[in-house]
């Protein structure tokens, strides 16, 4: 973790930054500048530590939820999914306006304290002895409620960079998000070894197993994260340039005032909808990659679990790759270009994701009630996830014949699929992160908490709508159609884009203070 800042913590914000010049004096003493970025690798952490907590017990909450309570079926369980976002877009703003007026350190305690308390009652959840499904669902939306942070944690390190570490401190923290969703998930499989019924403790009624043990380490992590944020996060904020300036959350006195002026809010409109459709898109991807490798390519359900988790987890690796990338190249092109280029990117992936020439798929003719979502509630798109039959020689593959378009639709090619996911890895995190970027810098040195949480807020909207979106348009027309829509949707991402280009520029080049 530590290594992720060590590059942009080593490039001077003005002139000579050696330790005694006039510049370091004038701009940052060598102790403030160090202390600011142990509290930037602080929240470094604790976005990692977010990530983990969402991701540690995902492949497992369906089997747990049908342990728990016989009455949930798939349609609850996506509201139980579902609930994470709900929490955070409610979340995000409220965190964003505490931050602004209060140190930071409230929100972000407060916020871990509430996923501790959450990964508490998930593992308490068996006790009740009814309506258990409700239980879990509160704990997921408590969850996500305290991952509201994410918005605390964004407007900390934009108001703590200048705007030559911007681009690669917010590249960190989304290396950081990427490699908590890796490394979740593998702490998962490794608790699967408890087993399901592992050891309960009798004189506090906690049961220890491969579905609770994930949650309870979530919630000493969260403990520990917040001993090292009242340890060691100190407030700091600083303007484009990198002086210190004075706001409601610095502890300090000697600091510059700042800068005055309008931010433009059109284009803070505008990239509040580009970043919406980024993650749009990249959610309705994710849905359905299970479902469309197991109509194409007549995958079993545990094959479909294993290959398309490898692909995801190469995906991820891949975006921490052209995070580290995106660091470089955006000096020498620019931030604006970069988005561009990587809408341009996730646009070529899914015209290349079409149905083409004259094979069809392998048609699944047995048992209507098949693997690949004949329904279109959220929950069964999930569900496919944890389904494993015990016999897969029985078990029918292939499109099914109730999904029309099976009859008539070319299969996409094996490798169609893998450029097109290579592909949207690339687009996606390149959007992701530059989308967070421009954002920070069109707001100036300004407290950004609110703005970063209705930022955030669009992101959790997006990943509610967009698998809504494809279990829909899918199921009912294809993948043609789900696709071609798809590309429609980017196209007019990037005309929105094209529009506003001129204006995604930053506070301080816009009121003259630097030079762009």
């Not at 490798?293 to 294993?306: F, K």
């Amino acid at each position: 973790m530590e290594g992720l800042g060590t590059q942009s913590e080593q490039e001077p914000l003005l002139g000579d930054r050696t330790p005694g010049s006039r510049e370091w004096d004038i701009i940052e003493t060598e102790e403030h500048y160090k202390s600011r970025w142990r509290s930037i690798r602080i929240l470094y952490l604790t976005m990692f530590l977010s990530s983990v907590g969402f991701s540690i017990v995902i492949m497992s909450i369906w089997p747990y939820l049908q342990k728990i309570d016989q009455t949930a079926d798939a349609s609850f369980l996506g509201w139980v999914m579902a609930s994470f976002s709900l929490g955070q877009m409610v979340a995000s703003p409220l965190f964003g306006l505490w931050s602004n007026y209060r140190p930071r350190k409230e929100p972000l305690i407060v916020s871990i304290f509430i996923s501790v308390v959450a990964n508490c009652l998930y593992a308490y959840v068996h006790v009740p002895a009814s309506h258990n499904k409700y239980y879990m669902l509160a704990a997921r939306g408590l969850v996500g409620f305290g991952s509201g942070n994410v918005a605390v944690i964004r407007s900390y390190v934009a108001g703590a960079t200048s705007l030559q570490e911007r681009t690669s401190s917010m590249a960190n923290i989304t290396a950081c998000q990427a490699l908590g969703f890796i490394v979740g998930p593998v702490f998962q499989t490794c608790f699967a070894l408890i087993g399901e019924k592992g050891v309960t403790w009798e004189t506090i009624r906690l049961q220890i197993n491969m579905y609770t043990a994930p949650v309870l380490l979530g919630a000493f992590l969260g403990v520990l994260n917040i001993i090292l944020i009242l340890v060691i996060l100190r407030e700091h904020r600083v303007d484009d340039s990198g002086r210190q300036c004075k706001n409601i959350n610095f502890e300090g006195t000697d600091e510059v005032q700042v800068p005055q002026g309008n931010i433009d809010r059109v284009a803070i409109v505008t990239t509040n909808v580009l970043f919406f459709m980024v993650l749009f898109i990249f959610a309705l991807f994710e849905t359905i990659l299970t479902p469309l490798t197991m109509d194409m390519y007549a995958w079993t359900q545990e094959q479909a679990v294993l290959y398309d988790g490898i692909i995801l987890a190469a995906l991820a690796v891949e975006a921490i790759v052209v995070f580290m990338g995106i660091k470089l190249l955006s000096k020498k092109i620019g931030e604006r270009a970069i988005l561009l280029g990587g809408l341009i990117i996730v646009w070529a992936g899914f015209f290349i994701l079409l149905p083409w020439g004259n094979q069809l798929p392998k048609i699944q003719w047995e048992d209507l009630h098949n693997n690949s979502i004949p329904n279109t509630t959220f929950g069964e798109i999930i569900i496919t996830l944890w389904k494993f039959p015990r016999d897969h020689s029985e078990e029918p593959t292939g499109c099914p014949i109730e999904q029309a378009w099976c009859l008539y639709t070319p299969m996409i090619h094996l490798a169609q699929f893998f450029t097109s996911a290579v592909l949207i890895g690339i687009g996606y995190p390149s959007c992701n992160v530059m989308s967070y970027t421009l954002y920070s810098k069109l707001l100036g040195p300004q407290p950004q908490g609110v703005y970063m949480g209705w930022l955030t807020a669009s992101g959790s909207a997006a990943r509610i709508l967009g698998p809504v979106y494809i279990s829909q348009v899918y199921t009912a027309w294809g993948p043609r159609w789900a696709f071609s829509l798809v590309c429609g949707i980017v196209v007019l991402t990037i005309t929105l884009l094209g529009a506003v280009y001129r204006r995604l520029i930053a506070f301080s080049v816009r009121h003259g203070n630097i030079q762009e």
